[in-house]
């Protein structure tokens, strides 16, 4: 008997476990309606998504320094992702626990070159900062796969709504790789450079031109953050979709009018 109890204890706390104490609080209820993929997922779900964790139906994760995790309704990949399956150097930099790190190197001729227009740029402690925490630690090589033979594989009659996007200079090659996942996605959300902080990186605007030829439009953009005020969040919504249900949810969640 004992160990049919112990069998029950152990199945009943991994089921608490993946539904309350899970880093992403999303709606365990499963009443939420976004099917939601993050990369670079690295501390949570992200603002304004947090807030509105109850929207998430499904969470998929993309976090190369995860652990593979998986739920009721998330899962955690630990895998890099690219424009195709190739193995590439990803570089770690000194930044507070790998911040910063990339499968671009970061660009000092550039900033080099300009530090005394870019140090008036953004905040002082992370402009005067930038070289030490930009020093490459490690190397590593790793194997990169694309988001849609990935997420395609394991959910092949899932549509995904909305893709968040954080990687440091990768976002054009990742949604390349995504498009497949991008015909039925609604809004996205990415992390873009207006400056070439790191080595051949495609900046906003061709990021921009890229997404307006698969039906996306550049709906909001926050204002510039991080060292130099390098980046802009901004928000992309698919005009095609514009009738839909969770269309109208994403602007909500993003007070777009």
Not at 52 to 62: G, I, M, P, R
Request: hydrophobic share 35%; glycine share 6%.
């Amino acid at each position: 008997m004992n160990k049919y109890i112990n069998r029950a204890s152990y199945y009943f706390k991994k089921y608490v476990v993946s539904k309350f104490k899970s880093n992403f609080k999303i709606n365990y209820k499963g009443k939420g309606l976004i099917n939601f993929i993050d990369i670079g997922s690295v501390g949570g779900l992200p603002e304004p998504w947090f807030s509105h964790a109850n929207k998430v139906k499904f969470l998929v994760n993309f976090e190369p320094n995860d652990a593979i995790k998986e739920g009721l309704n998330y899962i955690t990949f630990n895998t890099a992702v690219w424009e195709r399956e190739e193995r590439k150097p990803f570089y770690i930099y000194k930044g507070f626990r790998g911040t910063g790190s990339s499968l671009f190197e970061q660009n000092y001729e550039y900033v080099q070159q300009n530090y005394e227009e870019l140090k008036k740029r953004g905040p002082k402690h992370l402009a005067n900062t930038w070289f030490e925490r930009s020093k490459t630690i490690k190397t590593l090589e790793i194997d990169c796969k694309t988001i849609d033979s990935v997420v395609l594989k394991k959910f092949p009659k899932t549509n995904f709504d909305f893709i968040k996007i954080d990687a440091q200079g990768a976002e054009l090659n990742i949604l390349k790789g995504s498009e497949k996942l991008l015909e039925n996605c609604i809004g996205l959300h990415l992390e873009l450079f207006t400056i070439p902080m790191y080595k051949e990186i495609a900046l906003l605007d061709e990021v921009a031109l890229y997404l307006s030829k698969l039906g996306f439009k550049l709906v909001k953009k926050f204002p510039a953050h991080g060292t130099f005020n390098s980046q802009n969040d901004c928000v992309f919504l698919k005009t095609d979709k514009k009738e839909s249900e969770n269309f109208s949810l994403i602007k909500d969640i993003y007070n777009i009018k």
